[in-house]
């Protein structure tokens, strides 16, 4: 004879399944969160030549590190616990491949930084009106991307895929901008790598 579970403990373990998934969400919207304000502050201190922001930015990139470490422990525990299959399965892989991206974003959003601290000290620095602008274009895509993913937004999704030809160029036109540059002295060359 097979045991069937009784319709209280199915409900029990669906309740408990639901929670973990609700929890999952919610510190990958605060990584998400995190990440974003990073990367917004490693942009304000570029553009805005900010040494302060820019240090005080690196020091907090340790708590991404650390959420990012968290989530992908709650995700093992969520595999194990509840031996998902199909699409609660999915959820969990995604979100161990989503976190170990918005932690690199953390990391990018720190070399940006540090860039940044060294360009505060360049003597002239080229107009960065189109940093900008690209970094308003990945900020917009990480917002829309991540709010895709816990909404389970397809529509939304699609539009946010459809940003990145604005960033690529962006990107190509910043890149020739800069590669067009004739550097005049030693300094100019490394605020022009720095940049790079």
Do not use: W
């Not at 998902?84 to 976190?99: E, G, Y």
């Not at 909404?151 to 901008?177: C, G, P, S």
């Amino acid at each position: 004879a097979t045991r069937h579970r009784s319709p209280s403990l199915s409900s029990h373990l669906e309740q408990q399944l639901q929670r973990d998934i609700d929890q999952i969400r919610d510190k990958v919207r605060l990584l998400a969160d995190m990440t974003l304000r990073a990367l917004e502050d490693s942009v304000v201190a570029l553009t805005q030549r900010d040494a302060k922001l820019a240090n005080e930015a690196i020091l907090r990139d340790s708590r991404i590190d650390d959420l990012e470490s968290s989530i992908d422990a709650m995700c093992v525990e969520f595999m194990v616990r509840h031996i998902p299959v199909a699409k609660h399965l999915r959820f969990a892989h995604s979100v161990a491949k989503i976190v170990v991206e918005l932690e690199r974003v953390g990391d990018y959003a720190e070399s940006i930084n540090r860039r940044a601290v060294l360009l505060a000290l360049a003597p002239c620095i080229p107009d960065l009106t189109k940093f900008g602008d690209l970094a308003n274009v990945a900020i917009e895509m990480l917002k829309q991307s991540v709010r895709a993913f816990l909404d389970e937004d397809e529509v939304l999704a699609e539009r946010t895929r459809q940003l990145d030809a604005r960033a690529n160029a962006l990107h190509q036109e910043i890149y020739y901008d800069l590669s067009s540059e004739v550097p005049a002295t030693p300094e100019d060359l490394s605020t022009l790598f720095a940049l790079l």
